[in-house]
């Protein structure tokens, strides 16, 4: 471990010497210098005063292995037989200050670009590139209690481009598209992102999250009764 | 007595049904369940050439790069596998040799540190709510 | 790898600190070598070298430079070999990094532009039906927005998807791919002005009875797989586990009983049915402890 985070230490100061061009492109990410190896020492610092893992509240109602953000070695599908293992950073020390979620990385990504703590490039010969924003929300009306989908746009042009989804994924036309919940948990339509890389289906109300009126339940319950027509 | 006998017969038919359920998809380690959200093992022709599969994180690279600049500009699709990378594309200068060149990003002498994954598993992203569908975890 | 050693972990981050104002900016970009890892590439390298698409790329292709080149690749990997032998890693891993540099050029010689072309061509069909697409939309938008300069933006855009075309045609896809991205452009900008702070509400409408029961369906389905799912993210509680398994039972029947109404046209009675299905569905999931609004 400690061998690991020398090596990460001598490879972080190699990245910012080399201009941040060595081993991605730590100097675009607004870490001073001086930081990579304070980074390193907090992660170790947490792991060693957390409580133990024998010991966690609730013990038998635990997934095993859901211990969010482990180290390489210890993920089940890294080789830690591989020397190169033991270089990779540690999701939890690039993750330290971020905004945190439940599920998937355990990472509000859309709170961390607002707040500035990552800087992704958007174009790759251009660190200065601004995306192409567009503002257009998309609610989508559900059957039954359960609130309708609100999709919005916006927070997906800051990370992906139209052509991304338009139109092998979702036709850009009202009617056009037939959206499960059982497709996107197979991953299909939203399904290609969220429960893969984007966050995963386990609150309903990330996506669900525009109540239905008195008056639009009215109107959806009275579309069933086609005996009364 | 009679009522627990029973409840254990319905959990072992569930049981047998997640087993039945996940036997397709018992490829890779039982214990991948730990691997980060979005970690990607491409092992389309690894396992072949005697090197490890290759694994990408999905999150080091989107801290770096929006979604945008790999799978619109570069023509990465959205399926694990689907690009057909091989080493020729790579020192080409497509998929992954755009940045891993030496001149964004570190370029492919560095092998140990993509080719870092547990030999002969199956290609896909893991930990993905698909897969834990059709595997669950509570198993 | 090795016990704690603060003394080491301490003397790694001064000669971190001391390499960060010392170092080159062109410095080298690979991973320290040591015994492990160079190792590990000797064999990595030795499989580049003897037994990848690259070999069959280079003996494939009868070129003699590149035969030559891959046979000095060979001995390069072989001498680094020797050289880890008797401890000399930094020896073996700079005849490494040569051995894969000469096949990475050799490579990239002999492929010429063929490798990036068949790129380039998928990539521009994927383009020209998602601008074709951008257009479709764009003139659609227009139209209910009774837009005067539509029409002439509309044709511009036209233009240069025939110009991207022509040029494909001659084989230049680079150039097409460069013109399709000034018509996508020009498309995407118009649809946002167009677009930019709306709200679009999808309404759910049924023509036919039978469509509702279609959509029905659909939604049961995915709640017979959203219950298998909170099953398998919460792990419930025993006494409640035959609890669920009996309702799963109860609203398999129910749909059973939809399917066959809808069978003899009895649409409406199947709607029924299979609401009655998806409301226990959903209480059912609510059991195994997932929050479900609504």
């Known amino acids: 471990m400690t061998d690991r985070a020398s090596i990460i230490a001598v490879l972080s100061a190699l990245a910012i010497a080399a201009g941040g061009a060595a081993l991605g492109t730590a100097g675009q990410v607004p870490q001073p210098a001086g930081d990579a190896p304070i980074i390193i020492a907090q992660a170790t610092g947490a792991q060693a005063t957390g409580p133990s893992a024998a010991n966690t509240f ?118 056009a598209n037939q959206i499960s919940m059982a497709g996107i948990l197979l991953g299909q339509k939203c399904g290609i992102c969220h429960g893969r890389v984007a966050f995963p289906i386990s609150d ?13 339940l009215r109107q959806l319950s009275e579309k069933s009764s086609w005996a009364k027509q | 007595m009679r009522a627990s006998k029973r409840r254990s017969l319905a959990l072992g038919i569930m049981g047998l049904l997640f087993v039945a359920l996940s036997v397709g998809t018992w490829f890779a380690s039982s214990d991948d369940a730990a691997a980060e959200y979005g970690d990607v093992i491409i092992n389309n022709y690894s396992d072949d050439a005697a090197m490890r599969p290759v694994i990408f994180p999905h999150w080091f690279h989107r801290i770096r790069f929006r979604c945008k600049v790999c799978h619109a500009d570069l023509g990465f699709r959205f399926k694990a596998g689907g690009n057909d990378i091989n080493m020729l594309k790579i020192f080409d200068g497509e998929y992954c040799g755009a940045c891993h060149n030496g001149r964004i990003a ?5 092998c140990v540190l993509c080719h870092s994954g547990k030999p002969n598993m199956k290609t896909g992203v893991h930990n993905s709510t698909s897969d834990r569908l059709v595997a669950p975890v509570g198993r | 790898m090795s016990k704690f050693s603060p003394f080491r972990s301490l003397l790694a981050i001064t000669a971190a600190a001391l390499l960060a104002v010392s170092w080159p900016a062109a410095a080298q970009q690979r991973v320290p070598a040591d015994p492990a890892t160079t190792g590990q590439k000797a064999e990595f390298i030795g499989n580049l070298v003897t037994r990848s698409v690259s070999v069959s790329r280079i003996e494939g292709s009868g070129d003699a430079a590149a035969m030559a080149s891959l046979a000095e690749a ?52 994927r383009r020209l039906k998602a601008v074709n697409t951008f257009l479709a939309t764009y003139q659609r938008v227009a139209k209910e927005s009774n837009s005067r300069a539509a029409a002439r933006r509309a044709e511009a855009i036209r233009t240069l998807i025939g110009k991207a075309e022509d040029q494909a045609r001659g084989g230049r896809h680079d150039q097409a791919l460069e013109l399709l991205d000034d018509a996508y452009v020009i ?51 025993g006494s409640v586990v035959g ?13 059973g009983a939809a399917e066959k109404r809808a069978a003899a046209d009895g649409y409406p009675d199947a709607i029924d049915l299979l609401n009655q299905s998806t409301d226990l569905l959903l209480k059912t999931i609510r059991m195994s402890g997932i929050f479900v609004p609504g």
């Open chain 3, 74 to 125: 060979r001995t390069l990997v072989d001498r680094a070999r020797a050289d880890l032998k008797r401890g000399a890693v930094e020896a073996a891993d700079d005849k490494l990094d040569q051995a894969l540099a000469l096949v990475n050029s050799e490579v990239r010689r002999l492929s010429g532009d063929e490798v990036r072309g068949a790129h380039e061509q998928e990539m521009y069909h």
């Open chain 3, 187 to 237: 498309a995407r900008g118009d649809i946002r002005e167009l677009r930019q702070g709306k709200t679009l509400t999808r309404t759910l409408d049924f023509a036919t009875a039978g469509e509702e029961y279609d959509y029905e369906l659909g939604r049961n389905r995915s709640h017979f797989l959203l219950l298998r799912f909170a099953l398998s993210e919460k792990t419930p509680a």
């Open chain 1, 204 to 216: 309903c109300r990330r996506c669900h999250s525009q109540p239905k009126t008195a008056e639009e």
């Open chain 2, 106 to 110: 570190w370029g492919v002498e560095n």
């Open chain 3, 243 to 255: 609890r669920i398994e009996s309702n799963r039972k109860k609203a398999e029947e129910l749909r």
């Open chain 1, 58 to 175: 609730n013990r038998l109602m635990k997934r095993p292995g859901s211990e969010p953000n482990i180290q390489p070695s210890k993920d089940g599908i890294h080789d830690p037989a591989n020397p190169g293992t033991a270089l990779l950073q540690w999701p939890s020390e690039a993750f330290a200050g971020f905004p945190r979620t439940n599920d998937g990385n355990r990472v509000d990504w859309v709170k961390t670009l607002a707040a500035g703590l990552i800087r992704p490039w958007t174009e790759l010969e251009d660190p200065e590139a601004e995306p192409f924003l567009m503002d257009l929300t998309i609610v989508r009306q559900v059957k039954g209690s359960m609130p309708n989908v609100v999709y919005p746009h916006l927070e997906h042009t800051q990370w992906l481009d139209c052509t991304n989804c338009h139109d092998e994924i979702f036709v850009p036309e009202k009617g």
